[in-house]
């Protein structure tokens, strides 16, 4: 049981590039998140996925996009990369669960993006 | 927007010493979260608070929530180097299916 992987976890990209991060998790849960952290801001919300084939906007979701094609596997893609996206991306996953109130998250190590 | 404001925002104690910190907002939660990450590594769950006033332990570490389900506070009695990380509160009003978090409170508790 791995629980929720990244891959990968480290990249270098120049302006312009593009690239796909991997999540997946094997622990059946129906929600997925992706977020970034950067120094003094904590952790903001980009995209989200609440069961397979769906997506929805976060915080700061702008410059990314997203799929769910399994349920397993969440993929955030960064189309033309710029140095703003510099940070380190966690992808995090949780089961609804029968306690509507409690929302435990499970994530993933972190992939460390640069953006020259 | 709901937002958590946490305090302070780096701490830097002996080991030995006790401390608090704490995660406060102008918003009610249905619960709150608080995680510790390590450096380089994703945040890790230390426990849940649903309840108003509710108090929950983890060893040494204490976990209170608001009367008001507004705000919560973090004690740490005989801080430990293995205490050092990055601790986040994170709060849900049950709504929908997102967490807000803290910007998060450094701790280093030297040897």
């Known amino acids: 049981n791995a629980g929720v992987t990244q891959t990968p976890k480290f990249r270098v990209l120049k302006t312009g590039q593009s690239m796909t991060l991997l999540c997946a998790q094997d622990?059946?849960?129906?929600?997925m998140y992706w977020y970034r952290q950067d120094p003094g801001m904590g952790l903001r919300l980009i995209h989200y996925?609440?069961?397979?084939?769906?997506?929805a906007k976060g915080e700061v979701p702008d410059g990314y996009n997203v799929s769910r094609l399994k349920k397993q596997n969440f993929l955030l893609g960064l189309e033309s990369a710029a140095p703003s996206q510099t940070s380190v991306y966690f992808c995090a996953s949780r089961d609804p669960g029968l306690e509507i109130l409690v929302y435990e998250q499970y994530f993933g190590p972190g992939t460390r993006l640069t953006v020259t | 927007t709901q937002l958590l404001e946490q305090s302070p925002q780096f701490l830097s104690i002996q080991e030995g010493e006790n401390l608090t910190v704490y995660c406060n907002s102008s918003s009610v939660f249905s619960s709150l979260q608080w995680y510790r990450q390590e450096p380089g590594e994703g945040p890790v769950l230390l426990v849940t608070?649903?309840?108003?006033?509710e108090v929950k332990k983890l060893k040494r570490l204490t976990f209170q929530f608001g009367d008001a389900r507004k705000d919560s506070s973090l004690h740490i009695t005989a801080a430990q180097p293995g205490d050092t990380g990055l601790y986040l509160c994170a709060g849900s009003t049950g709504a929908n299916s997102k967490l807000t978090f803290g910007k998060g409170i450094t701790l280093s508790v030297r040897p």
């Open positions: 996925s609440v069961g397979e084939g769906t997506t």
């Open positions: 608070v649903v309840t108003g006033g």
């Open positions: 622990m059946n849960h129906e929600y």
